[in-house]
């Protein structure tokens, strides 16, 4: 398949490339810093952004929302939202 962009420095702004799912936990960082989030189901989530000194509680995402959010955590505790896409 041919990609016209492929010659094209990625950046934060630029679409994302690949997809992987999360699973929120109490403990563990994702695995890698995501450009942004999808969620497929709404509902409430909970994340520290990359370098952030505290969790935030974002309230009534609704579902396929793209949250242009470089999050390092999503926790378990307090997130409802499900069906979650770290957008790489």
């Known amino acids: 398949m041919s990609d016209g962009f492929a010659g094209v420095v990625d950046s934060v702004g630029s ?4 997809a992987a799912a999360v699973v929120p936990s109490d403990t563990q960082a994702l695995a890698e810093v995501p450009k942004a989030l999808f969620v497929g189901t709404g509902g409430t ?18 579902d396929g929302t793209v949250l ?20 790489y």
Request: glycine fraction near 12%; charge should be positive.
């Open 15 to 18: 679409p994302a490339r690949r």
């Open 45 to 62: 989530l909970t994340m520290r952004g990359v370098g952030g000194g505290a969790d935030q509680l974002w309230k009534n995402v609704a």
């Open 68 to 87: 242009p959010f470089r999050a390092e955590y999503v926790r378990a505790t307090g997130t409802t939202a499900a069906d979650i896409l770290a957008l």
